[in-house]
């Protein structure tokens, strides 16, 4: 077995208010998008229960809070990881093939 080297990375700790920022920002990106689609609806000729249209935004609302906090805390996350099986060295990794 091989010796694996634990390091916690002590440069850069968890920050939470990262966190709560890109969860206001997934939150504010929610609002936006439920926002369009309010007056999206409201154009059309479907006619939509009120208490389903208010679930429908406090779902598409609480979609965008919840996408902006994992995205963070697992971008956080990764940077923090020691492992060396988890950062592949692939030259190739994230650029265009030509």
């Given amino acids: 077995m091989q010796d694996s080297n634990i390091e ?7 920050s939470g208010m990262r966190v709560l920022v890109a969860l206001a920002i997934g939150l504010t990106l929610g609002c936006a998008l439920a ?3 309010k007056v999206l ?3 059309s000729p479907a006619e939509v229960d009120l208490r389903r249209m208010r679930l429908f935004y406090l779902m598409v ?7 902006g906090f994992a ?13 060396p099986m988890y950062r592949p060295k692939n030259p190739y990794r994230g650029r265009r093939r030509l």
């Fill in 8 to 14: 916690v990375n002590t440069r850069k700790p968890f």
């Fill in 71 to 83: 995205i963070e805390t697992m971008r956080q996350l990764q940077e923090e990881a020691t492992d």
């Fill in 35 to 37: 926002y369009f689609f």
């Fill in 41 to 43: 609806i409201d154009n």
């Fill in 61 to 67: 609302i609480s979609s965008g809070g919840l996408a």
